[in-house]
């Protein structure tokens, strides 16, 4: 009889345990499907995430090199202006044609490089827009200085002069080093 109630017992405790080990093993599984469905949703908001972070660099890159171009024409135009000896002609008609068509591509330039910068201004760091924006001020003074003589009439020749070649030595000498920053 002991050994029949014995038997039972371990048959009973035997049966428990093999019920709570089904058990154990249900919710692990369904504790596996949990991680697995957690695991699949972070990869897609990952690979959401890196779409959206590639789309960006791209975006980035496309605008780092028009506004690139921009400064490079703007640059160019602004050297042209600047220049204290240029080639002249007798026609002194064609030499002033001359001059304000180099002054006109240079304000043209200086307006696209402008509107394109503030207009993505907001895809470049803080530091970078510090150096863009001491740019933008240098060339804007420059023109500024060289076109003086031009927004108000004749005026002395000395004062001109002065301030056409400060224009070009801030053009040829302030500005590149900003420019390799």
Known sequence: MTWLIKELGKFYIDRRIKSY????QEKSKEIDRQLNFSIENHKKTLDLIYFKASKLHDERLKIVSELYEKI?????????????????????ELDKKNENARIEL?????????EFYLKKKIFFKKSTCILIDKIN????????????????GGGDFEFNFKLAKKAGEKVKEEIPPVLES
């Open 21 to 24: 080990e089904y058990e154990l």
């Open 72 to 92: 490079v024409r703007l640059d160019s135009a602004m050297h042209n202006m600047t220049q204290l000896w240029k080639l002249g002609s007798a026609d002194a």
């Open 106 to 114: 240079a304000s043209k330039s200086y307006i696209d490089f402008q």
């Open 137 to 152: 001020s240098d060339y804007f003074d420059s023109y500024w200085d060289y076109t003086y003589k031009n927004r108000f």
